[in-house]
Nanobody, 122 residues
């Protein structure tokens, strides 16, 4: 089971760090991704990280968001900087074993956390 946390209110230009923790299992061998869903929009891929450490990002967050994993703590992080209002969404972490061509597809993941709300507003 995955649990996302760390959401909250941030000002434009601010930063937040999200955490995705696993209970009842290890993240060591699982590809972990972050998706987000803004009101009235579909859930979209944000970033992903393989067990090897290889990372993937949506174009809209490249250079601003960094995904990382701490296998000792069984946590995957999403560090977000230079936030803007378009980053406002519920953020979900997801686990699976996607191939490269399916990394950005929701259907490639079979474990989902409950979501954490990120609001960027002045």
């Amino acid at each position: 089971q995955l649990q996302a946390s760390g959401g909250g209110l941030a000002q434009p230009g601010g930063s937040l760090r999200l955490s995705c923790a696993a209970s009842g299992g290890t993240l060591d061998y699982i590809f972990i991704a972050w998706f987000r869903q803004a009101p009235g929009r579909e859930r979209q891929f944000v970033a992903g990280i393989r067990p090897t450490g290889a990372t993937y990002y949506a174009d809209s967050v490249k250079g601003r968001f960094t995904i990382s994993r701490d296998n000792a703590k069984n946590i995957v992080y999403l560090q977000m900087i230079t936030l803007n209002t378009e980053d406002t969404a519920v953020y979900y972490c997801a686990g699976g074993r996607p191939i490269t061509s399916t990394v950005r597809q929701r259907e490639a993941y079979y474990y989902w956390g409950q979501g954490t709300l990120v609001t960027v507003s002045s």
